[in-house]
């Protein structure tokens, strides 16, 4: 079993930036592929970033390339994704997530096994 709880929601003006923070149980962190997914009201769950195990590899939707960078502190057993250049299309309630088997589509909700409670972020116009 693997916990995780996020932080860092917010409530920000267009074109602030936030900081989520996720950090996990367990003593396999640095082994686990990570996501992070997001709702927005009245919409389906989907994809945002995610990032391998070492951290190398990094992936994005495409709505959000270029001003969201997913990272993480395999010392810290903490997952982060820092977001820029915020606009009200970002508000949703964000999930960090777990891989635990590494594999399948890092893209897909099937892929991951554990998920955090969600953090809340609004952005204002």
């Known amino acids: 079993q693997v916990q995780l709880v996020e932080s860092g929601g917010g409530l920000v003006q267009a074109g602030g930036s936030l900081r989520l923070s996720c950090t996990t149980s367990?003593?396999?962190?640095?082994?686990?592929?990570l996501g992070w997914f997001r709702q927005a009201p009245g919409k389906g769950r989907e994809f945002v970033a995610a990032?391998?195990?070492?951290?190398?590899?990094?992936y994005y939707a495409d709505s959000v390339k270029g001003r969201f960078t997913i990272s993480r502190d395999n010392a810290k057993n903490t997952l982060y994704l820092q977001m820029t250049s915020l606009n009200p299309e970002d508000t949703a309630v964000y999930y960090c997530?777990?891989?635990?088997?590494?594999?399948?589509?890092?893209?897909?909700?099937?892929?991951?096994?554990?998920w955090g409670q969600g953090t809340q972020v609004t952005v204002s116009s």
């Open positions: 997530t777990v891989d635990v088997h590494v594999y399948g589509d890092l893209a897909l909700l099937a892929t991951y096994e554990y």
């Open positions: 367990g003593r396999s962190f640095s082994t686990y592929r």
């Open positions: 990032i391998t195990r070492g951290g190398v590899g990094t």
